[in-house]
């Protein structure tokens, strides 16, 4: 798994339709946002991690939440929200199974 990390400004986003068919539908106003100092990830899974998703998954979890935070962001931006095709969110959610 390769995992680039991006310390930006900002974060604007607009869910244009849906990425995951099976899913509920978001709400209106969740469907577009701004996080303001974020920590942005780009995620890429590799062949070698189909053979144990589950601990690919929870090593680039541990890699995201080692990163540093910036001592200038606000206190509700320091905690790292790990959420699976859904908008940015200041909460840390791991999906079924990972816990």
Excluded: Q
């Excluded at 400004?9 to 509920?24: F, N, R, S, T």
């Excluded at 935070?69 to 999906?95: D, Q």
């Amino acid at each position: 798994m390769r995992i680039l990390f991006l310390h930006v400004d900002y974060l604007e986003y607009e869910v244009k339709e849906k990425a995951v068919k099976g899913l509920p539908d978001l709400p209106k106003e969740a469907r577009h946002g701004r996080a303001e100092e974020a920590l942005v990830c780009f995620i890429s899974a590799e062949k070698r991690d189909e053979a144990n998703p589950i601990g690919a998954a929870k090593a680039a979890a541990a890699s995201i939440e080692d990163v540093p935070t910036p001592t200038s962001a606000p206190p509700s931006l320091r905690r790292i929200g790990l959420r699976n095709s859904s908008p940015p969110s200041r909460k840390t959610s791991v999906p079924a199974g990972m816990t």
